[in-house]
């Protein structure tokens, strides 16, 4: 078992930024593609971010390029997510996620083995 607790939501106006934290404990954390999704209320999860095991490769859905940037602390067993000029449509609820130990990140949230609760970000206007 992978325990995944994100914390760092809040609420925020528009063009302000905040990081989001996921720690992980329990099994191995370092071998392991991580993932950040989301889900805005009456939407589906959408993909966000993902990072490989080494931290050396980073993945972004189109909205999120250039403000979002995930990273990884693999001592801290600590992946990270820091969001800057953020927008109303920012707001949902932000979910880390685990894939299995050895495979690559991958933007389909059916391919991820562990997920956290979850932390609220609102952006107002």
């Known amino acids: 078992q992978v325990q995944l607790v994100e914390s760092g939501g809040g609420l925020v106006q528009a063009g302000d930024s905040l990081r989001l934290s996921c720690a992980a404990s329990g099994r191995t954390f370092s071998n392991r593609a991580m993932g950040w999704f989301r889900q805005a209320p009456g939407k589906e999860r959408e993909f966000v971010a993902a990072?490989?095991?080494?931290?050396?490769?980073?993945y972004y859905t189109d909205s999120v390029k250039g403000r979002f940037t995930i990273s990884r602390d693999n001592i801290k067993n600590t992946v990270y997510l820091q969001m800057n000029n953020l927008k109303p449509e920012d707001t949902a609820i932000y979910y880390c996620a685990a894939r299995r130990p050895l495979t690559i990140p991958t933007s389909n949230s059916d391919q991820y083995e562990y997920w956290g609760q979850g932390t609220q970000v609102t952006v107002s206007p």
């Open positions: 990072i490989t095991w080494s931290g050396g490769s980073t």
